[in-house]
């Protein structure tokens, strides 16, 4: 298994992002880590320490997008830029898995430009887990696609179940589409549409309709299928909401019990590290013709690490082929198109 890891992507890179490939190969013995970026900067983080150094490669590039830069206009003014070189290693089928936690826009506009997608799928579109009162469900799109079409959020359906079934360990994932009310006929065309899309086909027996944003952590389904800008704005609240509260807790009823102070610290600490972003590794790009993870920009080597396994599992269930199958069974046609 070869991964292509952007080097030079993330607030700290890259010394978390290669720390964390190290971590990769000492971990698994069949995977081999692409490093893209630039060498002179790359090479001094791995003098040190007993790892297999036949398993890092070094793929040379000399520009990198910066997180603040606009996607399209960076990949454009920078040709030789690290996540530009990620892809083209995927497409040239040189890798088998294309990592990154450099800038997300550019990390989906670079897979988008290739037009490299699965059989069958219009738009791809950003998964991320979501922890729930009955375990985790997955959410998607959260942002590759902010002007979807309803066959597009259809098709997130699809692949969402898929990704439900065979890494949730789903047996059968129900499917919930985001809206401003849970009756049928609410919200916008698109929401109208897509609802309909899923009440004419063979989904329709795992479709619960329309669900609400306080009913994703309720554990109202197994996926949820939004547009890339609410589905963004969801996942940013989230992370707000749970650092503000676990920042709470921690001031307002821990500091003040003297006795229980360090068991309470403890099970805090253990609490955080259960639903911290960096357990999940990051949220995979659905859709394309190969794997592609897109991390947490301020992720540190463990999250780089767990990125890395999660595309080497994806791969290893052999997610895509699922895919297309799933696909191959369903309407392809749609008047949207």
């Known amino acids: 298994m070869r991964i292509a890891l952007d080097a030079m992507g993330g607030d700290h890179a890259p010394a978390p992002i290669v720390a964390g490939a190290i971590q990769a190969v000492q971990a698994s013995a069949d995977v081999t880590v692409v490093l893209v970026g630039d060498r002179a900067r790359i090479e001094p983080l791995l003098v040190e320490g007993e790892f297999p150094r036949e398993r890092l490669e070094i793929f040379h590039c000399s520009q990198a997008v910066g997180m603040e830069e606009s996607p ?3 990949l454009r003014r920078k040709p030789d830029n690290s996540i530009s070189r990620c892809w083209q290693l995927l497409a ?3 890798v088998d898995a294309v990592v ?3 800038n997300t826009g550019a990390m989906v506009a670079g897979g988008l430009r290739l037009r490299k997608f699965l059989k069958n799928v219009r738009r791809p579109g950003i998964a991320t887990i979501m922890p729930t009162a009955k375990g985790v469900c997955i959410v998607l799109d959260v942002g590759a696609n902010v002007h979807p079409k309803p066959s597009h959020l259809f098709q997130y359906g699809v692949m969402g179940s898929v990704f439900a079934k ?3 360990q789903r047996d059968n994932p129900s499917i919930g589409l985001m809206n401003v009310g849970e009756e049928e006929g609410k919200g916008h065309e698109l929401a109208q549409k897509t609802h309909e899309l899923f009440n004419l086909s063979p989904l329709k027996s795992r479709f619960v309709g329309n669900i609400e944003g306080r009913d994703i952590h309720r554990g109202a389904c197994d996926v949820v299928v939004t547009d890339g800008f609410v ?3 969801i996942l940013k609240v989230c992370e707000g909401v749970f650092e503000f509260i676990m920042k709470l ?3 307002e009823v821990i500091g003040p019990l003297q006795v229980e102070r360090e068991l309470g610290q403890k099970s805090l600490r253990e609490l955080i590290q259960r639903y911290d972003y960096s357990h999940f590794g990051g949220a995979p ?3 394309i013709d190969g794997i592609c993870i897109i991390c947490h920009g301020s992720s540190g080597d463990r999250a780089i ?7 080497v599992q994806y791969a290893r269930v052999r997610l895509n082929e699922l895919i297309v199958q799933e696909l191959d069974t369903l309407p392809t046609k749609a008047d949207d198109e």
Do not use: F, Q, Y
């Open 285 to 287: 790009l659905l859709g």
């Open 92 to 94: 040239e089928k040189k």
């Open 249 to 251: 807790v921690a001031k």
């Open 166 to 168: 065979h890494i949730l």
């Open 231 to 233: 589905g963004n704005v």
């Open 72 to 74: 399209v206009d960076g």
């Open 305 to 311: 690490r767990n990125a890395i396994n999660v595309a």
């Open 100 to 102: 990154g936690a450099g």
